[in-house]
């Protein structure tokens, strides 16, 4: 599962987006100041991050990414969630001052997003973070944040960008020319820096993500939560390139690299890199990442210190429902037949998008099909496979190659933003 600011001020468990005001951004105070014992960690243009907003985070990046709870690890990664959240800070406050506002209900879409990534509902996530002791809110202000930074980049550099039919042309027929080269399917995270002392910072924090991502943490929840780059909302996703389209810098280690490995921190003119090379193939083959699954979520609801006579009467229910399995279009009306069970309709996911437990139980699984029940902390849970389409492969078209070139070129013009917006702060860190 993977997340994308928390508010100002210690905040109730509400529902909705919050307001420029609750998070102290409207120019007058905020609602409530933190007492001594939250404390202040910094100061953003005289806004405040209190030490609750940075434990918070910091919890949640831990939730959320996969990297160990330790008091070691949240010693080590402070530093760094704490830039990032004075960075969210910055691109709120510019979004107040454009008068750009985000609805509850684009909080809502974005939350449903991130649930059909986990496989799970969005009630669920919520249960799933209080279980951590992760406020709700602190993942409402995050998201509140990068919409609202999205819109910023879609009003003041969309209108400015454009891609000439002649760039596509070119584009094609640079891909025509290296059709018999290797070309390689990349993940990236990335993290910028504007001077030598957040360039030494970048390298050490890339290097401990490194250390925790080869220990297991998965790479595409690191890259949700720390990447710099537009492509942290796909989990670092970049998809499939040839060595010409990567950065000179990063391009000759990734030649050199085995399928599954993760590169040590890359240090580039646009900053910190880290690669995982997930496939390498010559021509335009089929991607097996592409892959389109249809699958249906069922839960058997049980607490997580239920008796072990409960535990044992919901497996044995979890054994039936997989022997007496017909069909997705039945499952709502199989479940029924359990107190509290509930299947959520069919729907159609990317196996890349997927996190890696399911990849690897969907590995050889057959539409219509149930797999094996597993034990969590919101009871037993099952995904029937009501679907699969494999991918076909083939060349982009040339609506995905100017795609390509116009979300790049909005990428770079956002980054230099929100360099802009550094360099301009007052921002005092305690």
Known sequence: MSLAYPISTHAEEGLGAPTPDSLGLDGAPAASEPDDSQGIVATVNDKIISKYDLDQRVRLVMVTSGIPNSPEMVSRIQRQVLRSLIDERLELQEAVRLELKVEEKEIDQQLAQIAARANMTPKEIEDYLKENGVSRDTLVSQLYADIAWNKVIEQQFAPLVSVGADEVDEALKQLEAQADQPRYQLSEIVLTYDNPEQEAEAMSGAQRLVEQMRQGAPFASVARQFSQSASSANGGDIGWEHASQMPSDVAPIVEQMNIGAISDPIKTLNGVYIVQLRNKQTGLGADPLQDRWTLAHVLLPLA???????????????????????????????????????????????????????????????????????????????IAVCGYQADTGGAPTRDQLENNIFGQRLDMMARRHLRDLRRDAVVDIR
């Open 304 to 382: 997580p210190d239920a008796p072990q006579t409960m535990v044992s009467r919901r497996v044995g229910e979890a054994q039936k429902l997989m022997a007496e399995f017909k069909s997705c279009d039945a499952l709502s009306d199989q479940v029924k037949e359990f107190v509290g069970a509930a299947a959520q309709p069919p729907r159609a996911v990317v196996f890349g998008q997927l996190d890696q437990r399911l990849r690897d139980a969907l590995s050889g699984a057959k539409p219509g099909t149930i797999l094996k029940p597993i034990r969590s902390q919101q009871g037993i849970e099952m």
